[in-house]
């Protein structure tokens, strides 16, 4: 199996197409990050508005690295599905249009072991791109931004990590977010046994994790407590919880803790179930598929 990875990942880095997606996440990081740098107060006063009418607020503070990692967070995020899926789409339908599927399942190896072999290099893809994400975003905000306590603004309620108690959340959510984005990639390596061409899976792949997370926003009573909870989308921004504090008395965050730490391990676990169903369903297709390419 070692063996197997070590040629998978090869031919993945290998590409060029495939460092295109190291190269856009570094110019999207470093446009926010300049744009921040610039012109920061006024995103801060527009986010806060309705403070900043009744209290003093100190910008210089509030926009420091943390903050600013958490800003690039929640807008790349969105996007990197896009970037997972141009590699694991190309997974099995690449082979089939480069015509060496057939040649690939004449080898003295089993075809679960191929696939297992072409998935884990896909999921070792996306961790080493959300790596490249975190020293970016994470790194280089801490060094052109500085660090202070954390402001995390939801509803309309703020709250305030102390510097020494951010750091591990920022590796937690990195670690949700690799499990988020290797279930877009089993999606995609999924969709990809059902092609010979890879456009085919990357912009299905693309086409559904856009429709189900406009879904996963729509707020109806009913559907609330039946689809929405069970669609993937509704998920993988979960990562955002490891910065939601446990309050005490006086209404001060908790350091070390998490207020909602059962949601975010049922988000995780609705993750990975589907991570095992798109592999297991793609291994059971290519088992039984014929290979005429």
């Not at 009744?54 to 896009?82: C, E, H, K, R, W």
């Not at 679960?112 to 975190?134: G, Q, R």
């Not at 660090?147 to 591990?168: A, F, G, K, P, Y």
């Not at 997370?213 to 609330?224: Q, R």
Request: hydrophobic share 55%; proline share 3%.
């Amino acid at each position: 199996m070692w063996k197997l990875l070590k040629i998978e990942l090869f031919k993945i880095f290998k590409r060029p197409r495939t460092y295109i997606s190291f190269g856009a996440i570094a110019a999207m990081i470093l446009i926010i990050q300049l744009g921040l740098k610039f012109d920061g107060k006024s995103y801060l006063q527009l986010l806060m508005s309705g403070i900043s009418d009744s209290f003093y607020v100190p910008y210089d503070m509030i926009l420091n690295g943390y903050l600013v990692a958490f800003v690039i967070l929640n807008t790349l995020l969105i996007q990197v599905p896009l970037l997972i899926a141009l590699v694991a789409g190309d997974a099995v339908a690449g082979e089939a249009n480069m015509g060496t599927l057939r040649l690939l399942v004449t080898k003295p190896v089993s075809r679960t072991e191929l696939m297992l072999a072409k998935f884990f290099a896909s999921v070792v893809y996306t961790v080493l791109l959300l790596i490249w994400m975190a020293l970016l975003a994470l790194c280089l905000s801490m060094l052109f931004f500085g660090t202070n306590d954390m402001l995390v603004v939801r509803n309309d309620v703020m709250e305030q990590i102390s510097r020494n108690d951010v750091l591990w959340r920022y590796i937690a959510a990195f670690g949700y977010a690799s499990v988020a984005l290797s279930t877009v990639a089993a999606l995609a390596f999924f969709l990809s046994v059902f092609a010979e061409n890879s456009i085919g899976p990357i912009v299905s792949t693309i086409s559904i994790v856009v429709v189900l997370t406009i879904l996963s926003e729509m707020k109806i009573p009913l559907y609330d407590d039946t689809v929405k909870p069970y669609l993937f989308t509704s998920h993988m921004l979960a990562w955002k919880g490891f910065f939601y504090s446990k309050a005490n008395g006086n209404g001060q965050a908790i350091a070390g803790s998490v207020e909602n730490m059962p949601a975010i391990l049922r988000s995780l676990g609705v993750l990975l179930a589907y991570m095992i169903a798109f592999v297991t369903s793609a291994i059971i297709v290519f088992r039984r598929k014929d290979i005429l390419s």
